[in-house]
């Protein structure tokens, strides 16, 4: 009995390191943002009295409305074009089966494995042959035919009850309508999941952002910030302060749609 | 005849519905990765390309930073996959236990590094392994180091202080995919195993690892390609240098630095990233051989 209380302990001390060494960071984000750069490379652990300070310097520096304006922009539109456009695919792969568009779906996810950089050469040729860098086009548009999401929506969409859609059928709705009236309706756990993968995805987006956008005033929040934070001595109270502004978008849409998140995640993975 | 009508309509609306993705994909994926493909031959500075044949593989074999690159992104792969496909497991067993306190909150906790954005957590993690700052002074009050560790300043501890970042933001996430899957897994199978009398390290070994493989063998072929991409957290931690001295430049970030920051050589970095196509399929062809050689024995 003793060896089983033991290991109880064991499980709950693991688990308890865990969970600090996960959150410890965002304490400390918080804390910074209240101290200055200086405090924090020393490592102080406590509420500073900077925090008006940081939030002056980072407004001053930072075209604040503008940037985060870029961020919100990209994100969103983003966000809900992948979805439409991805939704749509995985829809069609799972319920409108034929060997050709198997085979189709079967090159897909061996395109999976191809690393972005080995696109992105070719990718900015276009995108520069166009006259389109530097527009909010040449971020969105690469991003939002999502293999990955396209995919999750196949493995989803196994799990959506047929007769509902024969049914609808029999009613005499037509496939456009089914989909936008019985399918998006019974799927909205695997959309919420799907909602948090891909603003997450479009918000922190780094490479390609960085690569097509390259002027500051449509730079967004994510390539301002890394810009300050490679400078040779970092303001950190300041660089925390914004970070904290920047992490709050995806903090909320996480903590707003957690338990449809969970749900979505069982769902797929059934 | 009205067969016929019925499986053509099935047909047009089959492609009605994968149209707008397949046209997308097309134009931004699969043009640019043949495209790519070719320029991956081609020889020359900017724009002005011409055909070189093996000219750029030759170099490849001749360039210290690539094979630099190519070293510490093996590194990276090696040490950092397996420990966080570890953890991710030994976390998420451990939380699928029904009888346990505060589930949800730990589950919370542990997921949620993979929300922050990318910048935010390279911020804060570069403060935090500032010399004089917080992790080197825990490590020295706990008397595991005598003097400050300079993270950012020897190759050794650069790398290791990478590897600690993505860690810490990718182990919650795989971990959420174990989980989903441990609770689709049969209670009774586990009930039957306990009263048989198999001990629970065995009934990890022989009943959980089996049945999760399919979910280990994704999440490990998404991880390695993740880290054989791996960029955002090297080009934000050094400042886009790849320091100190090369020692965690990556391939992406090689790539990135010929064609955006030296003289652009768009043909040479097309044919960088092919290693990295290669080295993805390789690996994640083995990581299938291993998994299919497990399942027969």
């Not at chain 1, 060896?3 to 969970?19: E, K, N």
């Not at chain 1, 804390?31 to 900077?50: E, L, Q, V």
């Not at chain 1, 969105?140 to 859609?165: D, G, N």
């Not at chain 2, 919650?172 to 009930?191: C, H, K, P, T, V």
């Amino acid at each position: 009995m003793t060896w089983a209380v033991f290991r109880r302990a064991l499980v709950y001390v693991l688990l308890s390191i865990a969970a600090f060494v996960s959150v410890f960071p965002f304490f400390w984000m918080i804390i910074g943002a209240t101290n200055t750069s200086a405090d924090i490379i020393r490592g102080k652990t406590s509420i500073g009295g900077a925090l008006l300070t940081n939030a002056a310097t980072f407004f001053t520096q930072v075209d604040a409305p503008r940037i985060f304006f870029n961020s919100a922009f990209i994100a969103i539109v983003g966000t809900v074009l992948t979805l439409i456009i991805s939704s749509l695919a995985g829809y069609g792969f799972e319920m409108f089966r034929s060997r050709f568009r198997e085979r189709i779906f079967a090159l897909l996810l061996l395109l999976l494995s191809i690393p972005f950089a080995a696109m992105m050469v070719p990718l900015f040729v276009m995108f520069s042959q166009a006259k389109l860098v530097n527009t909010y086009v040449a971020v969105i548009a690469p991003t939002v035919a999502s293999i990955f999401i396209i995919f999750y929506f196949r493995q989803a969409t196994k799990a959506f009850p047929r007769e509902l859609r024969d049914a609808a059928r029999i009613d005499g709705l037509s496939e456009w309508q089914i989909f936008l009236y019985v399918y998006l309706p019974v799927m909205r756990s695997t959309y919420a999941a799907a909602t948090i993968i891909v603003f997450m995805a479009n918000w922190n987006n780094y490479l390609w952002p960085l690569i097509v956008l390259q002027t500051a005033d449509n730079k967004t929040i994510t390539l301002i910030l890394s810009a300050l934070t490679s400078a040779y001595t970092p303001d950190y109270g300041m660089l925390l302060f914004g970070t904290v502004l920047a992490t709050l978008p995806t903090l909320v849409i996480f903590f707003v749609l957690q338990r449809r998140f969970v749900e979505g995640m069982l769902g797929a993975v059934k | 005849m009205a067969q016929a009508r019925l499986e053509r309509k099935e047909q047009i609306n089959g492609w009605a519905f994968v149209a707008p993705a397949l046209v997308l994909l097309g134009l931004f994926m699969i043009y640019p990765i043949v495209w790519s493909l070719w320029m991956s031959f081609q020889v020359g500075k900017g724009m002005n390309l011409s055909f070189g044949g093996f000219a750029n593989i030759i170099r490849l074999t001749k360039d210290p930073v690539f094979l630099r690159a190519l070293g510490n992104t093996f590194t990276f792969f090696i040490v950092q996959v397996p420990i966080m496909i570890v953890l991710a497991l030994l976390f998420a067993v451990a939380l699928n236990d029904a009888t346990l306190r505060f589930r949800g909150l730990f589950r919370t906790a542990i997921f949620v590094p993979c929300v922050t954005s990318l910048i935010a957590y390279s911020t804060v993690f570069k403060s935090m392994f500032a010399t004089d700052g917080i992790i080197n002074q825990t490590l020295m009050a706990l008397h595991l180091i005598s003097g400050p560790i300079s993270w950012f300043g020897d190759p050794f501890w650069a790398k290791v202080a990478i590897i600690i970042a993505i860690t810490w933001r990718w182990t919650g996430y795989n971990m959420i995919f174990y989980l989903a899957a441990l609770q689709n897994i049969d209670r009774s199978i586990y009930e039957a195993a306990r009263i048989d009398g198999v001990p629970a390290w065995a009934r990890f070994r022989y009943l959980t690892i089996p049945m999760l493989k399919p979910v280990i063998l994704f999440t490990t072929v998404v991880s390695t390609i993740g880290t054989l991409q791996l960029f955002d957290e090297v080009y934000n931690f050094t400042a886009g240098t790849g320091g100190p001295s090369d020692s965690t430049v990556t391939l992406s970030l090689y790539i990135y630095n010929l064609t955006f920051k030296f003289m652009p050589s768009f043909g040479y970095s097309a044919t960088v990233s092919w290693v990295i196509v290669l080295v993805v399929a390789v690996l994640s062809f083995l990581q299938f051989l291993v998994a299919r050689d497990r399942r027969r024995a």
